[in-house]
């Protein structure tokens, strides 16, 4: 059995810039806190817990996070293929 292998490491062990960590960090704090209240909170107030969620998720630079890593990628794949 042959198994191929890609040219480039996983993406978790890129070394990322520090603006990317400082967003990711926070956005790991709302997605922790807010999820347990979607999950704890009533089913009637569900929807809105989540709402409110991917608000502040995006508010906080979710759009800039996935560009930069979106980018990191590119890079990483880029040079993998040279």
């Given at each position: 059995?042959h198994?191929a292998?890609?040219?480039?490491w996983?993406?978790?062990?890129y070394t990322k810039p520090?603006?990317?960590?400082?967003?990711?960090?926070?956005l790991?704090e709302?997605?922790?806190?807010s999820?347990?209240?979607?999950?704890?909170?009533?089913?009637?107030?569900f929807?809105a817990?989540y709402d409110?969620?991917?608000?502040e998720l995006?508010?906080?630079g979710?759009?800039?996070a996935?560009d930069?890593l979106?980018?990191?990628?590119?890079e990483?794949v880029a040079?993998?293929?040279?």
């Amino acid at each position: 059995m042959h198994i191929a292998f890609r040219n480039y490491w996983a993406v978790w062990a890129y070394t990322k810039p520090f603006e990317f960590d400082e967003i990711a960090n926070k956005l790991d704090e709302i997605a922790w806190s807010s999820l347990v209240s979607c999950v704890i909170g009533s089913e009637a107030d569900f929807d809105a817990n989540y709402d409110a969620m991917l608000k502040e998720l995006e508010d906080t630079g979710m759009a800039d996070a996935e560009d930069m890593l979106t980018d990191i990628i590119k890079e990483r794949v880029a040079l993998s293929e040279e």
